[in-house]
């Protein structure tokens, strides 16, 4: 899921500096060749307008991912803890009641393992990018 939103935050991203692109070869376009007086309908101001506008749609976009994505981490922690928790409370159980302690299926140990490096690569500092710096 991280991965996803990762590659949606990359596609704003791209999409934001496209759009920067296209304002800066719309105004040099506009300087170039405008009339004297463009028709209403014709007019590349208004253009330019809509354009800020879908601009800082696309920033409230940026700020809303960011707040799902942090949302989508907290969430995998917890649900990544709980999981933990859950497994040292059958473990202790087992050994409590004194049932036999069956071996991890390869596919347990290896849910384990991905939980344990999830778990390292989770708790290490977030590498954070301002989406608005380069704006």
Known sequence: ????VNKLETMFQKAESDLDYIQHK???EIMKNLPEDPAA???PVT???ELSVVKSHYKMLCVQLDKISRE?????????AALENTMKMVQALQQ???LELLPLSEEEQSSAQQLTC???KETDPPVEENHSSNH
Not at 72 to 80: A, G
């Open 118 to 120: 999830q778990i390292v």
């Open 26 to 28: 719309l105004e040099f």
């Open 41 to 43: 309908e014709e007019n």
């Open 72 to 80: 989508q981490r907290e969430s995998m922690n917890c649900i990544r």
């Open 96 to 98: 409590h009641t004194h």
């Open 47 to 49: 253009l330019l307008e």
């Open 1 to 4: 899921m991280e991965t996803a």
